[in-house]
């Protein structure tokens, strides 16, 4: 494995950003502690998501007199999940960590996935032990999806991570002849195997700001993880249709049964409105099911670039954009 130089590493922190300018301060003063605690080069790209507020222009005044640091805007908000792929596939770095802009995904923790990364691993996922300030139901129903997503799709997708992780320079080169339209990271970056380890840390709460994923969103994403894994969905509706019409075909014998064997047919079933609506529900279900395949489907075949970059600019002098440039090329930077 060659992923480990000896010579000083290049470690690039990718941070997708989306109207966060309330925590940007603090998230400064935090990197500025952390590069000057660590041995390697440190550099940090961040993905504005399309924000509204004043986030790109405070990043260009915080940084104007780092070092190595790129900020790259999205003409508009092509959501989290794009922007941590856009970030893995403009990084040049020897090993990439990604990580939340709100202080979630502590330095510290990054610091020690670097050790780790140092040690031989191509992967180190931050691996939640517990999450402040998050209500019981939210961590109960991520813990359930989890497992039920190892078992559900087959991959090997460690339970209560994020896409807090550090990725080792032929990791990247995997993840980005993915090209998936509808990227699950997390799940795309466990099912490309290598050699994974995991730090253990408990997730603060955010410092300032409110979070950028809501319910829907959350939900959103966790369908998108099984159906971009598992075609089983498709099959489970195929046995369930199967197994409800054998079971139909054995009522219809035993209606016909005691109508002309007992002779007492039962009349006015008020229960039969309540099976027609259960199966038009049912059938709807499974046919919104065949239509997210379909839609996933229809996603790929139409090519479109993932994200648009509108803007692209490096402190230690202004690299501007050419024109906007778009997620196909292998690199814009
Ligand atoms: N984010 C983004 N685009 C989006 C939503 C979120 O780039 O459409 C960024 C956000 O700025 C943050 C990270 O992704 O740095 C994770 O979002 P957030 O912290 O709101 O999610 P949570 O930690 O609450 O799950
Ligand atoms: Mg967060």
Known sequence: MSSTPSEQPH??????????????????????????????????????????????????????????VQLVSFSRNFGHQIAVTAGLNLCHADAAIVMDADLQDPPEVAGRMIDVWREGNDV???????????????????????RFFRSFTGVDAPVDTGDFRLVSRPVIEAFRSLNEQQPYVRGLISWLGFKQSAVDYVRPGR?????????????????????????????????LGLLIAAGSMLGLVWVLFIKYVMETAITGWASLIFAAFFFGGLQLFFLGVMGSYLA??????????????????????????????????????
């Open 207 to 239: 410092v300032a700001g409110t979070t950028k994923y809501p319910w829907r969103r959350r939900f959103d994403l966790a369908l998108d993880g099984l159906a971009s894994f598992s075609g089983k969905p498709l099959r489970f509706a195929m046995r």
């Open 11 to 68: 470690v690039c922190l990718i941070i997708p950003v989306f109207n966060e300018e309330e925590v940007l301060p603090l998230l400064f003063e935090e990197l500025s502690a952390f590069r000057s605690s660590r041995d390697e080069r440190i550099s940090i790209l961040f993905v504005d998501d399309g924000s509204r507020d004043a986030t790109a222009t405070l990043i260009r005044e915080l940084a104007l007199t780092w070092h190595d």
């Open 296 to 333: 996933r489907v229809y996603d790929e075949v139409k090519g479109r670039p993932r994200y648009v970059v509108s803007d692209s600019w490096r402190s230690e002098g202004n690299v501007s954009s050419s024109g906007p440039s778009t997620g196909i090329e292998s690199s814009i930077s």
């Open 124 to 146: 180190v996922y931050g691996h939640r032990l517990g999450r402040e300030q998050v209500g019981w139901f939210e961590r109960f129903t991520a813990g359930v999806y989890y």
